[in-house]
């Protein structure tokens, strides 16, 4: 019987969990289904750039398991491209760190509060109720990515 697999540690959440081609109808294709966790090793190391063994400690896996990970979700992606098919991010065997907060931001009247990892996306403003809100700019995923490695945003 094979032990049990750990929980990697994701850091990032992801506001959205579904890419598709646009030339493509949904109901002939079958889709590309993406670990979280495969999803954060993708994230950490093409396009953070991170060296692989950091990757791996900051996931809570070995460097062999991080290179596992990384070439079934790398996989993964290239058949989507060549086939044409849908991608969605979802399930795996994670757990999301609470080392930080995510920052949310109304845009009809401007406020900005945090909520921790791991808890639902908020529907709507605490301040006005409105349901116009978003990750606040500077803690988009990528977007924060791209200011720590360049020191400018691209």
């Known amino acids: 019987m094979p032990r049990p697999r750990l929980h990697r540690h994701v850091r990032s959440s992801f506001d959205y969990d579904y890419f598709k081609p646009c030339a493509t109808c949904l109901q002939d294709i079958d889709e590309v289904v993406l670990k979280i966790e495969e999803m954060e090793s993708i994230r950490l190391k093409d396009h953070l750039g991170m060296d692989q063994r950091d990757a791996a400690t900051q996931m809570n896996v070995s460097q062999p398991t991080f290179h596992r990970i990384l070439t079934e979700a790398r996989r993964k992606i290239a ?15 994670y757990r999301m760190t609470m080392t930080s907060k995510r920052r949310f931001k109304c845009y009809e009247c401007q406020y900005e509060w945090e909520e921790p990892h791991g808890t639902a996306r908020p529907e709507k403003c605490p301040k006005c109720g409105s349901a116009n809100i978003h990750r606040a700019e500077e803690d ?3 977007a924060r990515a791209d200011r720590g ?3 400018r945003q691209q």
């Open 140 to 142: 988009r995923g990528y």
């Open 79 to 93: 058949c989507a491209l060549v086939c044409g098919r849908p991608i969605r991010i979802h399930g795996g065997t």
């Open 149 to 151: 490695r360049h020191g």
